[in-house]
């Protein structure tokens, strides 16, 4: 005769600190959104281009009537001046030009 495979294994495990883990992990995150917004507190200025300007001298700039550029001022401009910036490259053009 043989015999017969009574082994009946049924174990529970009940880990019931695993249910805890994902509730601690989110409140961190929160935090991290607001400093950054308020630090920008100078946004970059845009300015439409008035009169065109040929930017003959170096460090000036050459501008287009209707254009559209980034105004960079700075503690050092020269007066009626202003330093602007149009597709990565910065240059010195009359504040007169522009629609500030």
Request: charged share 20%.
């Given at each position: ?34 400093p ?37 001022r ?27």
């Open positions: 005769g043989g015999g017969g495979g009574g082994g009946s294994a049924n174990r529970t495990n009940s880990n019931d600190d695993g249910a805890v883990r994902g509730v601690a992990e989110e409140a961190p995150r929160t935090s991290v959104v607001s950054a917004a308020s630090a920008s507190s100078s946004l970059p200025v845009t300015a439409q281009v008035l009169r065109s300007f040929e930017g003959s001298e170096h460090g000036q700039m050459r501008l287009t009537r209707g254009e559209v550029v980034l105004v960079r700075t503690p050092d401009d020269p007066p009626g001046w202003v330093y602007v910036e149009r597709n990565g490259v910065v240059g010195k053009v009359p504040e007169s030009h522009l629609d500030l």
